[in-house]
């Protein structure tokens, strides 16, 4: 679990690809501090396994699935990564509650300056929107945003500097993409309902049911 508030920027090392997943090494200092094998470091908002690690460098493996749903794939020696380590207990949310699994991606389609903030503009799938609230949080590439604005297709983000500062946001370059994480409680609640009609309709399903419509 994370707080999507970014402790340092990490830059790739190196990318070894195989035919669907990765493994990669990236170099870091901050997120190194007391580090042991199996630990988990949030990086673009992914949560990922250390699986070796140096006094510069730790090493990730990243499976199919991650490297579909996330910008991982895109991930070249000498990009920079925003880098978390796990919540430990009794330690401040200063964001919110992010658990490092990636729902989608989004493409950054704007930039517009208002006096010491950055708005961005990102479009999203129907799907990912759907999860996305007015003054609900996001993480994106890691990192715990306030929604701004959205309607069907795109939401924003503003950033102050202090953000622009601790993370890659405000370096990447529009049509990028970014890891998306929606609020989960959304998500928790909508399965829920869900789950509560499917039964509600299973339970209609009874012996005069099915008499009336030549099954009994």
């Given at each position: 679990?994370?707080?999507?508030?970014?402790?340092?920027?990490?830059?790739?090392?190196?990318?070894?690809?195989?035919?669907?997943?990765?493994?990669?090494?990236?170099?870091?200092?901050?997120?190194?501090?007391?580090?042991?094998?199996?630990?988990?470091?949030?990086?673009?908002?992914?949560?990922?396994?250390?699986?070796?690690?140096?006094?510069?460098?730790?090493?990730?493996?990243?499976?199919?699935?991650?490297?579909?749903?996330?910008?991982?794939?895109?991930?070249?020696?000498?990009?920079?990564?925003?880098?978390?380590?796990?919540?430990r207990v009794g330690?401040?949310?200063?964001?919110?509650?992010?658990?490092?699994?990636?729902?989608?991606?989004?493409?950054?389609?704007?930039?517009?300056?208002?006096?010491?903030?950055?708005?961005?503009?990102?479009?999203?799938?129907?799907?990912?929107?759907?999860?996305?609230?007015?003054?609900?949080?996001?993480?994106?590439?890691?990192?715990?945003?306030?929604?701004?604005?959205?309607?069907?297709?795109?939401?924003?983000?503003s950033i102050i500097?202090?953000?622009?500062?601790?993370?890659?946001?405000?370096?990447?370059?529009?049509?990028?993409?970014?890891?998306?994480?929606?609020?989960?409680?959304?998500?928790?609640?909508?399965?829920?309902?869900?789950?509560?009609?499917?039964?509600?309709?299973?339970?209609?399903?009874?012996?005069?049911?099915?008499?009336?419509?030549?099954?009994?």
């Amino acid at each position: 679990m994370f707080t999507g508030l970014v402790e340092e920027i990490g830059r790739v090392e190196s990318v070894v690809k195989s035919a669907k997943s990765a493994r990669i090494v990236i170099k870091a200092k901050t997120v190194l501090e007391g580090v042991k094998l199996g630990d988990s470091i949030c990086t673009n908002g992914v949560c990922l396994t250390v699986t070796s690690f140096d006094s510069s460098s730790f090493t990730i493996d990243a499976m199919a699935e991650t490297m579909r749903r996330s910008n991982l794939k895109n991930l070249s020696p000498g990009d920079e990564v925003n880098l978390e380590r796990a919540l430990r207990v009794g330690d401040r949310l200063g964001g919110h509650i992010v658990s490092g699994h990636i729902d989608g991606i989004g493409t950054i389609e704007d930039y517009q300056r208002e006096d010491n903030a950055v708005w961005i503009t990102v479009s999203a799938s129907s799907e990912l929107v759907r999860y996305i609230v007015q003054k609900g949080s996001i993480a994106m590439d890691g990192v715990s945003l306030t929604v701004a604005y959205v309607d069907y297709s795109v939401f924003k983000v503003s950033i102050i500097p202090h953000t622009k500062d601790m993370t890659t946001l405000l370096r990447k370059k529009i049509g990028d993409e970014v890891n998306l994480e929606c609020d989960m409680i959304g998500k928790y609640i909508e399965k829920f309902i869900g789950a509560k009609e499917q039964s509600a309709v299973k339970k209609d399903i009874d012996f005069n049911f099915l008499s009336e419509n030549g099954f009994a």
